[in-house]
């Protein structure tokens, strides 16, 4: 029991247990510390358990396909130079305007989703990273 213990979480359960755990009182908490006394275990480390869903099956579907939509674009690297060569590099500034404006707006839109007043610029930050972290 103490080693299935790391398991003991809500992403780890079947939908019907998930719906009998939460019919308890104080759900899965009673259980661990119970099954911690009987074993005389220490608490372990939670095991990181993400469930697969329809939404990110599609993302890597989608993924997939452009992938393997893009790669024989991009393979040409002697066309790929010649796009390079042939940009008009006067675009730069609004496309890094638009992005700002983009983050900027990311940044308005957390701001006022939440009761708690946030700071501007650390907002703008974690708009940046979040954003720039997840492609």
Same mark, same amino acid.
């Given at each position: 029991?103490?080693?299935?213990?790391?398991?003991?979480?809500?992403?780890?359960?079947?939908? %019907?247990? &998930?719906? =009998? @755990?939460?019919?308890?009182? *104080?759900?899965?908490?009673? #259980?661990?510390?119970?099954? /911690?006394?009987?074993?005389?275990?220490?608490?372990?480390?939670?095991?990181?358990?993400?469930?697969?869903? %329809?939404? &990110?099956? =599609? @993302?890597?579907?989608?993924? *997939?396909?452009?992938?393997? #939509?893009?790669?024989?674009? /991009?393979?040409?690297?002697?066309?790929?130079?010649?796009?390079?060569?042939?940009?008009?590099?006067?675009?730069?500034?609004?496309?890094?305007?638009?992005?700002?404006?983009?983050?900027?707006?990311?940044?308005?839109?957390?701001?006022?989703?939440?009761?708690?007043?946030?700071?501007?610029?650390?907002?703008?930050?974690?708009?940046?990273?979040?954003?720039?972290?997840?492609?």
């Amino acid at each position: 029991m103490a080693s299935a213990l790391r398991y003991l979480q809500p992403a780890a359960l079947s939908t %019907a247990t &998930r719906r =009998a @755990v939460n019919d308890l009182p *104080g759900k899965v908490g009673p #259980l661990r510390t119970e099954i /911690l006394e009987v074993t005389g275990s220490p608490e372990p480390e939670y095991a990181q358990i993400e469930r697969v869903s %329809a939404r &990110r099956v =599609a @993302v890597w579907l989608f993924t *997939g396909v452009a992938v393997y #939509l893009l790669i024989h674009q /991009l393979s040409d690297v002697q066309l790929l130079a010649q796009q390079v060569r042939n940009v008009d590099w006067r675009w730069l500034p609004a496309v890094v305007a638009m992005s700002v404006l983009s983050f900027a707006a990311a940044t308005l839109s957390a701001i006022g989703s939440v009761p708690d007043r946030l700071p501007p610029w650390p907002t703008f930050v974690a708009q940046v990273g979040r954003r720039s972290s997840t492609g």
